[in-house]
């Protein structure tokens, strides 16, 4: 079957970021000071950014 990864993804500011993968894996809106918590199917890189703020942007390592 297909192995699933739950991701926590945390918010600490105190305004609402959308947290948006760049190859449509994911796109949540992280409220103020809270985590969220995406689910992953798949292994690879996963560059993710907010459409707020372009400039705040990571890359997530999946690995079977």
């Given at each position: 079957g297909?192995?699933?990864?739950?991701?926590p993804?945390?918010n600490k500011?105190?305004f609402v970021?959308?947290?948006t993968?760049?190859?449509?894996?994911?796109?949540?809106?992280l409220?103020?000071k809270?985590t969220?918590?995406?689910?992953?199917?798949?292994?690879?890189t996963?560059?993710?950014y907010?459409r707020?703020h372009p400039?705040?942007k990571?890359?997530?390592k999946?690995?079977p």
């Amino acid at each position: 079957g297909v192995q699933t990864c739950a991701l926590p993804i945390l918010n600490k500011d105190a305004f609402v970021h959308p947290a948006t993968a760049r190859n449509g894996d994911f796109d949540v809106n992280l409220p103020p000071k809270k985590t969220v918590t995406s689910v992953l199917s798949k292994a690879g890189t996963v560059e993710y950014y907010c459409r707020y703020h372009p400039n705040m942007k990571a890359v997530l390592k999946i690995t079977p």
